[in-house]
């Protein structure tokens, strides 16, 4: 059977913790379709045209690795695409207490799919793409919480 996890996610930007989540899933599962939420309800600093080609900037070469966008329910694109597995990473305790309502609510609606967490690893617990939003918003330099394939400056205009 062919395994195949959706992580989805804003990935405003993607960040050096969401890359070692999707290398180390990699050896679990046949493919990972990492697929960025179209939400227009939240205001995103990168367009989801720059995150969708950062992101296959980040996995190019990697056949295993689909980059997409969607909308609507996580679980229904999950249906469409014979996934039996939502992907998601865990920092801390305040994100397992979020991401534990997301599962058991999705799970609810779709018990045919698992979600399956991944503790992130310890170098990269504290960063978070709202804090790297802000470092950036506030003229920091914030490449070294990208992975070394995002310049970051081709999307920045600086
Ligand atoms: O990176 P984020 O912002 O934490 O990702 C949140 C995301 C995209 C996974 C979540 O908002 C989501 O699944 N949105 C799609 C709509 C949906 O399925 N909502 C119900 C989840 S219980």
């Known amino acids: 059977m062919n395994k ?3 992580f989805p996610g804003s990935f405003d930007p993607l960040t050096v913790g969401h890359e070692a989540l999707v290398r180390r899933a990699l050896p679990l599962f ?3 379709i990492i ?3 179209e939400n227009a309800e939240k205001s ?3 367009s989801i045209e720059m995150r969708l080609k950062m992101i296959s900037k ?3 070469g990697e056949e295993r690795v689909e980059v997409t966008r969607f909308s609507g329910l996580t ?3 999950c249906r469409r695409h014979n ?3 939502i992907l998601r990473g865990l920092r801390t305790a305040a994100d ?3 991401e534990r309502a997301m599962g058991h609510m999705n799970w609810k609606m779709a018990p045919e799919i698992d979600t399956v967490f991944l503790l992130t690893s310890t170098e990269h617990t504290p960063v978070n793409s709202t804090i790297v939003r802000d470092i950036i918003k506030n003229g920091g330099d914030a490449s070294m919480f990208v992975p070394s394939a995002i310049n970051l400056s081709d999307y920045l205009g600086r």
């Open 96 to 98: 397992f207490e979020y």
């Open 30 to 32: 046949d493919k990972v």
């Open 83 to 85: 996934a039996r597995y």
């Open 4 to 6: 195949t996890a959706v």
């Open 58 to 60: 980040v996995f190019e």
């Open 35 to 37: 697929a960025v939420g």
């Open 44 to 46: 995103s600093l990168f």
């Open 75 to 77: 679980v229904e694109f």
